[in-house]
């Protein structure tokens, strides 16, 4: 199924492209105060200026270093959870209420506790992005591994296949495509949470810039970040959408033609 | 001839199922034996049992003179569901591969090498390197079978591995499975509801009961080698063999004979 650069483009932004429109339409037409609604060009200038401040791209990167750094720990944390977790259906009941409970707690709300037991500081972004992005991760791998084809265990256990290595070499491995499904739900929640902490504890990052622009009424320039840190979710979806492909192609192959067939 | 697998008095029970009781057979080195039988009477579970997958609750299997306890070296199963069994990440060549954990003293490029003729041999030159969801169900199956074989093993249990496949196709895949048992020196146990197949495939054939499962009847097949499916299928002996079987199950599905029994 091939289709042209161009629609791919039109497919891909063209809902982006009319939603400005309108915004930037409503937003001159006077019906709201351009001074807490400007519009879609305007903010765009401040983007640009934004992205031009070296200032600004440190604190870019911080927050995409604070969301991925904390992604990568939770998902070797989350997967290791898991590993541990399938071996035994005693444990899984056992964790599963505690699970159910933290995977709640929204990432301001943890922010206190954690400052008492970090402090102000890396480990503490880190923490709460961990934090928001184990569950989903942990439970998709958990229960994908707890329920492995049989047919498949019969077999490779019959080749001579012992249970660790039919753990690593056939559980988990039928088990990544729903581990992806944690991992994308946990990408998002890492750089919500690494915002929402910045807002609240930092002096760094697209999180503490947000926060003042707001609070100093700098309108456009609150838009400007808001704008980039939904720039930065499309840029970090990609990035989990590369390794999913790279790692999982067969599963998206087998997927696609199960849609066409 | 050698006895290479024989199950004494196995019994099985899933809770107060009882599933298998009271079994005995042989197989001798190199034999063709099929195993027919009602469905749902047992078969998967047998052959679990004599490939170290179910543990016996009484009884035993010895195979090559060896009491088994856990999956045996030199025994390789190719599983009713056997699309199912193959892993999808893997190409049909990696699957095959995947089936040589035990020939630890080749190297990766004489496990290729060897996967190649295997799958060559089974028809799928050229395939090695798609997935197996890329292929029919009939390719699937050869796949299966070929990963089977490149264990190098002596003993092959095949359950029901011609069921999804049309006439045809199953035509060819019963020669080529008699073509292979001879190639690779193979036993197999080959489970089938089709008598007509268990007849034209085997040296002898085991007719087991309804549950609990027990054999009924063995019966050795004296049809000329290699087998035909025009001549072999219009000898007065086939058809003399596949009336006695057929009216031996018949038998068996008298009043309540066949019941299912709830789990
Ligand atoms: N793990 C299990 N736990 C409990 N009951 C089981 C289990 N496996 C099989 N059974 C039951 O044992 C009986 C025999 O099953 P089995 O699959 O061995 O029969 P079969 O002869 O292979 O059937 P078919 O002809 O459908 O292939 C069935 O009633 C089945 O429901
Ligand atoms: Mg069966």
Redesign the interface.
């Known amino acids: 199924m091939k289709q042209s650069a161009t629609s791919y483009i039109v497919r891909k932004f063209g809902g982006l492209a009319v939603f400005a429109l309108i915004w930037e339409v409503v937003s001159r037409s006077g019906l709201v105060l351009q001074d807490y609604f400007p519009p879609v060009t305007a903010i765009l200038v401040a983007m640009g200026e934004e992205i031009r401040s070296a200032k600004f791209v440190d604190n870019l990167f911080t927050t995409w270093g604070r969301a991925l750094g904390g992604l990568a720990i939770a998902i070797v944390l989350g997967i290791g959870l898991a590993i541990i977790a399938a071996r035994s259906y005693v444990l899984r009941r056992m964790l599963s209420p505690f699970v159910d409970m933290l995977r709640v707690l929204p990432p301001p709300a943890i922010v206190p506790i954690s400052i008492f037991a970090f402090g102000i500081g890396t480990k503490l972004y880190l923490f709460i992005v961990i934090f928001a992005a184990v569950w989903p991760i942990y439970i998709n791998a958990v229960n994908a591994l707890a329920a492995p ?1 049989p ?2 265990i ?8 012992g249970d660790d290595e039919i753990l690593y ?2 559980r988990l ?2 088990a ?1 495509p729903e581990i992806f499904t944690g991992i994308r739900i946990g990408s998002g929640l890492a750089l919500l949470a690494a915002v929402a902490a910045e807002m609240i504890a930092a002096s760094s990052g697209l999180g503490a810039l947000l926060y003042d622009a707001g609070f100093t009424l700098r309108v456009k320039d609150m838009f400007a970040i808001m704008f980039f840190v939904g720039i930065s979710g499309i840029l970090l979806n990609a990035l989990v959408a590369t390794v999913r492909r790279w790692l ?1 192609g ?2 998206i ?2 997927a696609a ?1 199960g849609e066409h067939a | 001839m050698t006895s290479i697998l024989s199950a004494h008095g196995v019994g099985k029970s899933f809770g107060s199922h009882a599933i298998i009781r009271d079994l005995t057979f042989n197989a001798r080195e190199g034999e063709f034996i099929s195993v027919a039988g009602p469905s749902g009477c047992g078969k998967t579970t047998l052959l679990m049992c004599i490939a170290g997958l179910l543990k016996l609750d009484v009884g035993s299997v010895e195979f090559q003179g060896q009491k088994i306890s856990e999956p045996p070296p030199g025994l390789a199963v190719v599983f009713q569901d056997y699309s199912r069994s193959l892993l999808p990440w893997k190409s049909n060549m990696e699957n095959v591969v995947f089936g040589m954990k035990r020939l630890e003293n080749l190297s990766a490029k004489e496990k290729h090498e060897r996967g190649a003729e295997i799958l060559s041999s089974v028809g799928l030159r050229g395939f090695e390197k798609h997935y197996p969801w890329q292929v029919s169900g009939g390719m699937q199956q050869r796949v299966a079978i070929a990963r089977a074989l490149a264990a190098n093993s002596k003993l092959l249990l095949l359950d029901e591995p011609l069921a999804a496949v049309d006439a045809q196709t199953r035509a060819d895949m019963q020669d080529l499975l008699l073509e292979l048992a001879a190639k690779y020196k193979q036993t197999c146990l080959l489970v089938t509801h089709d008598v007509d197949e268990a007849v034209y495939l085997a040296d002898r054939v085991i007719v087991l009961s309804n549950r609990p499962t027990h054999v009924i009847e063995e019966i050795e097949v004296p049809l000329k080698s290699p087998r035909d499916q025009i001549a072999t299928r219009s000898d007065p002996i086939f058809l003399d063999l596949r009336a006695r079987i057929l009216s031996r199950i018949k038998s068996l599905k008298g009043p309540g004979g066949n019941a299912d029994m709830p789990h």
């Not at chain 1, 019969?154 to 296949?161: F, H, L, N, Q, V």
């Open positions: 084809e047919v498949q019969a077999t490779a256990r019959s080749m001579g296949y070499r056939v491995p039928a990544l999982i067969w599963h192959d087998l033609m």
